[in-house]
């Protein structure tokens, strides 16, 4: 549990610096809509282009570094479920997922499989020319409550080196 959590902040620490590019629209990932079998998402944000941008410019006075990687960034999209018990559907989407990433040529960054306690957690990257062009974070969680799992996309870019500013500045211990 303790190194799901630790795993869990890098992927959103990860997540923060940008997004896929495998398929629909400029890099939107699509995770197959899991409420027919879930019921609505416990958690959905959906942030466009415009919206990472206003949220770019709060944060410009306090930091302009850290609002232009931000205005950089064109897409977020988080998606958590109440597994209710079941993870097989959960499981199978990250399985499916993974597999398209992959023959995308997608990096895996990380992959855990608890067997024992029924966890997957799969973080992928896609650079071009040494910018990260897309993150994609899934995690299947079952010893919380019933279960959760998390879905997430981010599409934009990023300079890798610009990763320890943001974790400075966001007070992240990795």
Sequence with gaps: ???IKRI???????LLFTAPVYAQNKGQIDFADLSSFYGEP??????????MKMIGSFANHKDPEVAQILSNLDFI???????????EKAVSTIDGVSKKLKAAKWDTLVT?????ENQKVRIFSKMTD???DGVVVMVVSPEKE?????????????DPDKIAKITRT????I
């Design 1 to 3: 549990m303790k190194n």
């Design 8 to 14: 869990f902040g890098i992927s959103i620490i990860t």
């Design 42 to 51: 416990k958690v959905e944000i959906n942030l466009n282009a415009s919206l």
């Design 77 to 87: 999209k988080v998606r958590v479920y109440n597994l209710q018990g079941k993870v």
């Design 112 to 116: 855990v499989n608890n067997n024992e």
């Design 130 to 132: 040494n910018v990260i």
């Design 146 to 158: 019933s279960g959760e799992a998390v879905f997430i996309n981010i599409v934009g870019e990023i």
């Design 170 to 173: 966001l007070d992240v211990d």
